[in-house]
């Protein structure tokens, strides 16, 4: 997970400590510390060069009591945070995601562009935010200024919670796409590239994104800045066949991995620092939903004893109200996902804690979080017209979270003997059949067992190793 240890941190000396892929613990003469990324800007300056920048997360909490509440701004962050080390890593590899984005300003750069602003309009009269959107008429810039505008009624302005989810979901979905295209120009087809990756994989980020998106152009066309229908607008795509996100679609259609495939990306994603990656890896070793993973507390691990199997097994209860079908489930963890906990509990394993904090530390880690990554991972460094990386071989679709659960699926009809049943007591699938779920009146746990271990040895096979496929074998 990195070079540092919750001791290195409370007793580090002055100087800068690293904890690897760029996060370093800056400790002053003073014994303050803080926490600071050090990254390669993603704009090429005008000596044609990508200069190094170091951003401040936050002040380093060194002694696990959060004594310290607030001091200066410093360049590049928010400097009042105060951060475990946990904490800092999820943040620092959220911060990482952002600057995958090609079309991405300089954090740092626009930070101090931003205090420079508020100083020079501290100083002038006071004048409408939007109107610098006229100047620049790209999405990005009538993005910008229209959340200047929301941020008024903002508890925090830009910082709050709002402010913060509106520029997250913009940056990682609609600048990629639009960012730069003059608002007057944006079409329907442009709304549907954003919208249709992530439209049924994360559903209320992409309701929520949907929203934004329409309100910003709303707003253009109420400047004079475009005419016509509002391409985002719910009842306009309605009409051009777009499903209701919260309908879904079955599991299957989700951007999925070939299972002989797996075993090279779960190399690759634990390459990867940061909560979401072991999220992400505990997700696929388990078979599990991201939201049940998302909400997964120390408490729900516990040890059962299995008489079919004759001896103890750690078991993750997961309660109803996580589940899809509102039933609890149980999900036998095999000495892989065992591993991942094992990681984790480093940080802390109180029961009621999260196992998969997210950047706050008590919040849960967002859906975004984890699908930004996977996908970053399919598409970063690709060029113009080149293939995602990890894709779905049936539509080129870079692979999803969710997708995971279907090469699960697939490689256990391809290589085991468990019945169906079986498999689909894994991935917790409800029995639409009601006279066969009448029957039916066991979870299949100690069956499982057997499925799980050898899922997990699959998945964690090295790149280099040769993956034999087994032939079905009949029950």
Known sequence: ???????????????????????????????????????????????????????????????????????????GGDARRVLSLLQARALAATERAKLTDKAAADPVAARKAERAAKRQASAAPAADPAASAIQDRSFRAVSEAFIATKAAGWKNGADSKHGLQWGATLAAYAYPKIGTKDVADITDADIQAILNPIWHDIPETASRLRGRIENILDRARAQGLRSGDNPAAWKHLKALGMASPRKGQPAGHFPSLPWQQMPAFVHALRQKEGVSARAILFAILTGARSGEVRGMRWGEVRKVHLDEL?????????????????????????????????????????????????????????DMAMSMLVRGMSLDGLKEGEAPRWRDPNTDEPVTVHGMRSSFRVWAAATRSEPAEVVEAALAHTIRNAVVAAYLRTDFLAQRAALMEAWGEHAMRGPGEVVKIAERRTA
């Open 1 to 75: 997970m990195g070079n540092l240890t919750a001791k290195d941190v409370q007793h580090a000396k002055p100087g800068k400590h690293s904890d690897g892929a760029g996060l370093i613990l800056d400790v002053k003469d003073s014994g303050r510390a803080y926490w600071t990324l050090r990254y390669t800007s993603p704009v090429v300056g005008p000596d044609g060069k990508r200069a190094r920048r170091d951003m401040v997360l936050g002040i380093a909490d060194r002694d696990g009591k959060n004594r310290t509440k607030t001091t200066g701004a410093q360049d």
């Open 310 to 366: 004759g001896r103890d097994a750690m078991v993750w209860h997961v309660p109803a109200e996580r589940m899809k079908a509102k039933k609890p489930h149980r999900v036998f963890l095999s000495a892989p996902a065992l591993a991942v906990l094992q990681e984790m509990s480093a940080f802390g394993d109180d029961a009621k804690a999260l196992v998969f904090p997210g950047a706050r530390g008590r919040s849960p880690l967002t």
